[in-house]
């Protein structure tokens, strides 16, 4: 059977539980309970199930999981903010069985060769994480790419369970009008800008969507083939339970305590009635960037003066917690174009096509993710640096409380990281400008420049900080350097190089929220390799298998 709203009796202790059943969460999941028939895991999804629902696995129906009311997606919504005019932010991310994965827009990117490096961890290198984004990929080589000998079958995965292709509808006049104008403003088409090190150009776009038009999500493509084959007993998913925290004894991980979605939430007379399982072996959470340091908060891991304030027995003080949320910023321009209606996914998305209509036609523009050019863009040094960092917090220990999240947005006071989004919001309008089928901008969507402006310009200022004062200079040595970042890391880190929580035992996070710093690209790929990392690193620990 496999899932189970309801946890049965013979599921109160299981070897390893998976809280969070995201993309991350399902890979971990899926591999581990497949290395030892033996070994029995849960995981613990806090949505529903997805299999098989038509929203999620036809990729033109993507804005139906982000509508306000949808259940298919959380909803964070952060702190008011003056440096936002006064808005709260609503971040979204997954919310039901393969998280993001079910809910993105599918667009396959991965980061940069420095984005993994600049991390410093030994074992999570570049050459490391290639090899796990490839273990999740099978990638299908598009007609129109060259590779000039370049890919020996070692730049993207051939046998994954994640699909990407190229197939299925494209919008090629408007795909072939992008890239020309792009070129026109001084951006070259590239065959590939998914190499690590491929940059400053435009590509025709590859996806997570395989060659018959479904959506690759790591629930499909990794939890119901091995519930279906019916050579998993082991594996178990618990559906639309939430965890509010890890069970300890003695400082090591015994299991979690969750909440059914079913039970009404409760107040401070009549607190919720919650449920525990335990995990002789390991927990590992795996509930997102956001996800996760509320879980670790309401268990008692955190920094103690924030448990404290939110009534949370410490048990291991830990600073880095909740801290360096750091994201990226999505800033949506329109224009009106010259197409005609069937090259966009406007009826699909306003309703003039029904999901019946399209899914009973088999119509082609259900594998349509709308998505057919992609750019990545590195501007000049002096251009922008943008190192700003937000904070995600509990304030009570119970899972209704809403979080203090800080999104950090637009907060550098020297104003480098709103630099950023200036020359993003020129660069991409030049290239607008420049397509064919420009029919001007959609107003409310761009800034509101002062009438009789140009719309022109505001230039970055450079930053460089002032000269330090008389003293003499220190000297330091490559060990001090080494010294001083090792403590830096410690200060503010949660989790060591084989994601073990420091300070406790048995507990393990394995999502984004695990990365020293960001990485230039969307971040599913990073995401999906994290989950495999982890799984090897389990496996190889447990000694599962042998
Ligand atoms: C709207 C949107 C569009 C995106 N588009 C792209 C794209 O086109 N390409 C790309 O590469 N990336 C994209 N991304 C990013 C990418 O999908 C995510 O970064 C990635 O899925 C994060 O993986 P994760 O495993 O860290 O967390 P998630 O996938 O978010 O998994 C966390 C899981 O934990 C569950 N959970 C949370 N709290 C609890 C709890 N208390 N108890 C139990 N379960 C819980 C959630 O329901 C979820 O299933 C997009 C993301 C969003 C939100």
Not at 326 to 338: A, C, L, P
Not at 533 to 546: F, Q
Request: proline share 6%; charged share 20%; with cysteine.
């Amino acid at each position: 059977m496999g899932f189970y709203t309801n946890l049965p009796p013979h599921l109160q202790e299981v070897d390893i539980i998976v809280a969070g059943g995201g993309s991350a969460g399902c890979i971990v999941a899926a591999r581990v309970s497949d290395a030892d028939p033996n070994l029995s895991v849960l995981l613990v999804e806090g949505g529903a199930n997805n299999d098989d629902n038509p929203t999620i696995t036809h990729p033109a129906f993507l804005m139906a999981n982000l509508a306000p009311d949808s259940k298919h997606s959380l909803y964070w919504k952060a702190n008011r903010s003056n440096d936002l005019a006064g808005r709260e932010l609503i971040v979204p991310s997954g919310g039901l069985l393969g998280g993001g994965s079910s809910v993105n827009l599918m667009v396959y990117t991965r980061p940069q060769r420095s984005d993994f490096d600049s991390w410093k961890t030994p074992g999570w290198s570049a050459d490391d994480m290639l090899q796990c984004m490839n273990k999740a990929t099978d990638y299908h080589h598009h007609q129109w790419e060259t590779y000039h000998g370049a890919d020996d079958g070692h730049i993207h995965g051939s046998d994954g369970p994640m699909h990407v292709s190229g197939d299925g509808f494209r919008s090629s006049r408007l795909e072939d009008d992008f890239i020309d104008a792009a070129r026109k403003s001084g951006w070259p088409e590239v065959p590939d800008l998914q190499t690590m090190d491929a940059i400053d150009g435009v590509q025709r776009a590859m996806r997570y969507v395989d060659p018959a038009g479904r959506r690759q999500d790591t629930a499909h493509q990794y939890i119901h083939p091995l519930i279906a084959d019916g050579r998993h007993p082991n594996l178990h998913v618990l559906l639309e339970s939430r965890v509010v925290r890890v069970l300890f004894e003695d400082k090591r991980a015994v299991g979690v305590e969750f909440q059914p979605v079913s039970q009404p939430s409760g107040d401070n007379d009549n607190p919720p009635s919650t449920r525990f399982v335990r995990a002789k072996r390991m927990v590992v959470l795996s509930c997102g960037a956001l996800g996760t340091p509320g879980i670790l908060e309401r268990s008692g891991v955190g920094d103690a003066g924030i448990l404290t304030s939110a009534g949370v027995p410490t048990i291991i003080h830990s600073p880095g917690v909740g801290r360096n949320y750091q994201d990226h910023h999505m800033m949506i321009y329109s224009y009106k174009s010259t197409l005609f209606p069937e090259e966009t996914l406007d009826a699909v998305c306003s309703g003039r096509l029904s999901v019946e209509h399209l899914v009973q036609q088999n119509s082609g523009i259900l594998s349509w993710n709308g998505v057919d050019a992609s750019c990545k863009l590195r501007p000049k040094d002096e251009e922008c640096v943008s190192l700003v960092w937000g904070s995600i917090h509990i304030t009570g220990s119970s899972l209704d409380d809403s979080p203090d999240f800080d999104v950090g947005f637009f907060s550098d006071p020297e104003g480098s990281d709103i630099q950023m989004h200036i020359w993003m919001y020129k660069t991409q309008r030049e290239m607008a400008r420049r397509m064919r089928c420009f029919d001007g901008e959609l107003a409310w969507t761009h800034p509101q420049f002062p009438s009789g402006s140009q719309a022109a310009p505001s230039t970055a200022s450079s930053t460089t900080p002032s000269a330090p004062g008389s003293p003499p200079e220190l000297a330091y040595s490559d060990a001090d350097d080494q010294a001083i970042e090792d403590w830096l890391r410690k200060n503010g880190g949660v989790v060591d190089a084989n994601l073990n929580v420091h300070g406790v035992q048995a507990l393990k996070v394995a999502d984004l929220s695990i990365p020293p710093s960001n990485i230039a690209a969307n971040a599913n790929s990073a995401a999906m390799a994290i989950g495999e990392k982890a799984a090897l690193i389990l496996i190889n620990e447990l000694e599962l298998g042998n």
